[in-house]
């Protein structure tokens, strides 16, 4: 059938109403050939489902309109030169709906009655892509199929504006199948009646596995026959009645389908059948200059016409400003992540900057601790100079020496004092600047908030992480606080070290006083022992 490893695919052609849709469900659901379609979409016309890809049908669609055509006219097929730059763009579009739908399948199915009469350009992007194509037609009588238009323009008037003219709709009949008998290019056609599929589904389905060279899956083989082809799917039937109002006029268009149906049962057509099937037939393009002035719809059509132009060319405006917009939300992107960037150094400088107040925090804490000895032993030396003046009884040089070295010691306290109140006053001035610090980088995160506010799911990480800087910063002044009322308590500890030096000194003046009181008394039983000392130191 194919050469060992050739992708092939099937291609479901037909006109409309002919039993496209049920073939394409048939080889679909028992020989399990994939369709690429999203969703199977059904409606009232067609409840079953049309197992179609609605992007290969617009697209079919766009081709028509700019051939100045439609599925509907009589006369529609591709215009276009395959050298014109409009081809190329459709080709190279229609290359890549295949690619990205079927690119990793070994075999596929399409179906749609426009490829009837566009089969010479699906045929030519199907050769570039490497694919052998497998033509399956769906044959139904065709007064049948202009009754089910008919039905059809009934409930769906917009749709198929000539539907309710049954001889319009059976000269199009005859359009489609003449169109894509003249385009076949090679020996793989088959023809299934829409007759033989309803009687015998399971048949039809074996003889096409084979010729596809697919198993046929036994129980969805039954499946399709109780879904997708009840004795209601064919709601039309012709009798003698119908066939001589129309025989006289459009005798060529049943000829056609009774040489048609000598190939319905699944009977391959090779190439050298078609002209003998199309002998003596008119020639379908003469249709178009008799039988579309016959009817009042060309004027209808052509406006349709232009309206799906028009819409044609709206889309793709559309489609520039949709561009437009995703380059914006790009650049867009890149500035949100240039101040995240921005903001992540900032938070860096911030971290270093605690990490240094941390440092000093620390050296100021050991210097507390320096301080803090100091006063202790000032205050155990002034408890020792209290004893020692107590003891009146010592020698007077001794008491005098130890007052000098208890003063000179106070002396170098009370440097250490002042000292330590130029360093807690310059380290006030740091905790200052930090402050002033703080709130900079608060006023930069609020900024860089409201900045952040405005972007993407980006943006508002970035916003999350300035709380987080924000939550950091409140836990920092915090720790700032405690530190300012430790500080506080290590002052008022100063105050009252300072106090109880000044009670010491007044202790000192006193013992002055009394020694001065000693030393100048006329009492004679007050001095007698210093003017022994005092004839001791002359």
């Keep these: 059938m194919n050469s060992v490893g050739q992708r092939k695919v099937v291609l479901v052609l037909g006109m409309h109403r002919s039993g496209t849709s049920a073939l394409m469900a048939g080889i679909h659901t028992v020989l399990d050939i994939p ?82 009469v566009l089969l010479p350009f699906w045929e030519d992007v199907l050769e570039e892509l490497g694919v052998q194509v497998y033509r399956v037609i769906a044959l139904r009588h065709p007064l049948e199929a202009a009754l089910s238009q008919q039905t059809r323009h009934h409930a769906f008037p917009d749709f198929h504006l000539a539907g309710k003219d049954v001889d319009y709709t059976l000269n199009l009949w005859y359009w489609y199948n003449d169109r894509l008998l003249r385009d076949l290019r090679d020996d793989r056609n088959w023809i299934v009646g829409f007759d033989d599929l309803l009687a015998e589904p399971d048949a039809m389905m074996r003889h096409l596995g084979q010729i596809l060279d697919r198993p046929v899956l036994p129980d969805r083989l039954a499946e399709y026959g109780r879904q997708f082809l009840e004795k209601e799917l064919k709601r039309h039937h012709v009798n003698p009645a119908a066939m001589a109002m129309f025989q006289g006029r459009y005798g060529y268009v049943f000829t056609l389908y009774e040489r048609l149906k000598a190939y319905a049962g699944g009977r391959q057509m090779i190439l050298s059948d078609v002209p003998g099937v199309l002998k003596d ?207 506080e308590s290590k002052t008022r500890a100063l105050g009252d070290a300072r106090h109880a030096m000044e009670q010491n000194m007044q202790d000192i003046a006193r013992y002055r006083s009394e020694l001065y009181d000693v030393y100048t008394s006329g009492s004679w039983r007050h001095t007698v022992w210093f003017r022994k000392i005092r004839r001791v130191f002359k």
């Excluded at 190279?92 to 009655?113: H, I, Q, T, Y």
């Excluded at 799906?308 to 890149?334: F, H, P, V, W």
């Design 35 to 116: 369709l690429a379609i999203e969703t199977n979409h059904a409606g009232r016309d067609n409840p079953k489902g049309f197992f179609e890809n609605s992007d290969v049908v617009q697209l079919n669609d766009r081709i028509l309109a700019v051939s100045g055509a439609s599925w509907e006219t009589i006369g529609a097929c591709l215009t276009l030169d395959r050298e014109s730059p409009e081809y190329q763009i459709y080709r190279r579009e229609a290359m890549e709906l295949l690619n990205a739908r079927f690119g990793g399948c070994p075999v596929w199915g399409m179906k749609d009655p426009r490829f009837s």
């Design 281 to 487: 037939m008119p020639d379908a393009q003469l249709l178009r200059s008799w039988v579309m002035p016959m009817y009042g719809y060309v004027d209808t059509l052509k406006s349709r016409l232009q309206e799906k132009r028009e819409a044609l060319a709206e889309s793709q405006g559309i489609t520039a400003g949709m561009e437009q917009t995703i380059a914006d939300c790009r650049r867009e992107l890149s500035q949100v992540r240039a101040l995240r960037d921005e903001l992540r150094v900032q938070l860096a400088a911030v971290e270093g900057d605690l990490v240094t107040v941390r440092a000093v925090l620390a050296w100021q804490q050991a210097q507390n601790q320096k301080l803090k000895a100091d006063l202790d032993r000032s205050t155990q030396a002034a408890a020792q100079a209290h004893r020692e003046t107590a003891q009146k009884n010592q020698l007077n040089a001794e008491l005098e020496t130890a007052i000098q070295l208890k003063t000179k010691a106070l002396e170098d306290a009370a440097r250490r004092l002042e000292l330590a109140e130029r360093d807690i006053e310059q380290y006030r001035d740091q905790v200052g600047r930090l402050m002033v610090n703080r709130d900079e980088l608060q006023a930069q995160a609020d900024g860089l908030g409201r900045q952040l506010h405005e972007a993407l799911q980006e943006k508002e990480r970035a916003l999350s992480r300035i709380q987080e800087l924000g939550d950091e910063l409140g836990r920092k002044e915090h720790a700032i606080a405690e530190l300012d009322a430790e500080i």
